[in-house]
T-cell receptor
């Protein structure tokens, strides 16, 4: 399977714990995005990278969230001191941006439940 | 930031009936994209519209971008059970702003 992969697919954690998610984009894609989706809502943009550079971060993203893409390939999203409101599906997407935009391919997501 | 609203929130149709979802913005959009998300699945890109008044077709799906580039629609002719899912419009290039989605269910 050469699509976007995410690990783990499900994560249950207790409030206050830290969690880290991984995303492996399609290999030749230069852009990588993180979104969050709650039940009945559309995906909400969190941040995106072009190669290893983090170019934009949502103002909605608290300081407890951090993302990295150290070698311009896979990315990690860490949430520190999780809260119940962090429970959501975390989606990763990648694209090959040419001429300003590229079709975004989404991964299967990581479902986070904070108890 | 830009916001996009979608109506209706839910649509139940008999198999074979047509379906339309509408996307509206208060600001002029540079482009609009449409995605489909099957139950339990992830969003899948359908199409991008860029030009004012643009109409594109994919088999039974017809996508339109308004003349003022503030609204868009997706119309499905003669729905099939495989059309079940939530249809989202999304505005932007890198940072996509998704609409609230229209959930389509089909009665066989």
């Amino acid at each position: 399977d050469t699509g976007v992969s995410q690990d783990p697919r499900h994560k249950i954690t207790k409030r206050g714990q830290n969690v880290t998610f991984r995303c492996d984009p399609i290999s030749e894609h230069n852009r990588l995005y993180w979104y969050r989706q709650t039940l009945g809502q559309g995906p909400e943009f969190l941040t995106y990278f072009q190669n290893e550079a983090q170019l934009e971060k949502s103002r909605l993203l608290s300081d407890r969230f951090s993302a990295e893409r150290p070698k311009g390939s896979f990315s990690t999203l860490e949430i520190q001191r999780t809260e119940q409101g962090d429970s959501a599906m975390y989606l990763c997407a990648s694209s090959l941006a040419q001429g300003g935009w590229g079709e975004q391919y989404f991964g299967p997501g990581t479902r986070l439940t904070v108890t | 930031g830009q916001q996009v609203m979608q109506i209706p929130q839910y649509q139940h149709v008999q198999e074979g009936e047509d379906f339309t979802t509408y996307c509206n913005s208060s600001t002029t959009l540079s482009n609009i994209q449409w995605y489909k998300q099957r139950p339990g699945g992830h969003p899948v890109f359908l199409i991008q519209l860029v030009k004012s008044g643009e109409v594109k077709k994919q088999k039974r799906l017809t996508f339109q971008f308004g003349e003022a580039k503030k609204n868009s629609s997706l119309h499905i002719t003669a729905t099939q059970t495989t059309d079940v899912g939530t249809y989202f419009c999304a505005a932007g290039n890198e940072k996509l702003t998704f609409g609230t989605g229209t959930r389509l269910t089909i009665i066989p």
